[in-house]
C-alpha cells in the first residue's frame, strides 16, 4: 500500500528556515510525480511544488520560487521541501502528494491529479 509521512514543520521566525521531509513507502519516488502542497485556515489547498518522475527538474508556484528547494535522497526513498526566507503567508499545513498517473509527461499542478497524500505537518511563520 502507497503512504507518505510528512515531518519537519513547526515555529519558525520571519526569514527563518526549515526543511520539510516527505518518506514514501509501498511504491518508488521515482516513477510519480511527487507535489507538495498547503493549505491555510480558511482557504483552499494551494500547489507549491514538484519533481517530475525522473526528480530531475523541480518546477514550484510563482509564490514560492526562488525561496523554496525540493530535493530527493532515492536511497531513502524521500523527498525534501528545503523553505528559505519565510513569511508570515507561508503559514499553513504543508502536504506531500502522489501523481495518480505513472511517469506523467506533463506538470502536475492540481491537488486532484495526486492520489496518495500524506498527514501533513503545520508551518507557522510568525515572531
Known amino acids: 500500500q502507497s503512504q507518505l509521512a510528512e515531518s519537519g514543520g513547526g515555529l519558525v521566525q520571519p526569514g527563518g528556515s526549515l526543511r520539510l521531509s516527505c518518506v514514501a513507502s509501498?511504491?518508488?519516488?521515482?516513477?510519480?510525480?511527487i507535489g507538495w502542497f498547503r493549505q491555510a485556515p480558511g482557504k483552499e489547498r494551494e500547489f507549491v511544488g514538484a519533481?517530475?518522475?525522473?526528480?530531475?527538474?523541480?518546477y514550484y508556484a510563482d509564490s514560492v520560487r526562488g525561496r523554496f528547494a525540493i530535493s530527493r535522497d532515492k536511497d531513502k526513498n524521500t523527498d525534501y521541501l528545503q523553505m528559505n526566507n519565510l513569511k508570515p503567508e507561508d503559514t499553513a499545513v504543508y502536504y506531500c502528494a502522489r501523481s495518480r498517473e505513472l511517469m506523467p509527461s506533463n506538470e502536475v499542478r492540481a491537488h486532484d491529479e495526486y492520489e496518495y497524500w500524506g498527514q501533513g505537518t503545520q508551518v507557522t511563520v510568525s515572531s
Open positions: 519533481t517530475t518522475w525522473s526528480s530531475e527538474i523541480p
Open positions: 509501498g511504491f518508488t519516488l521515482d516513477y510519480y510525480a
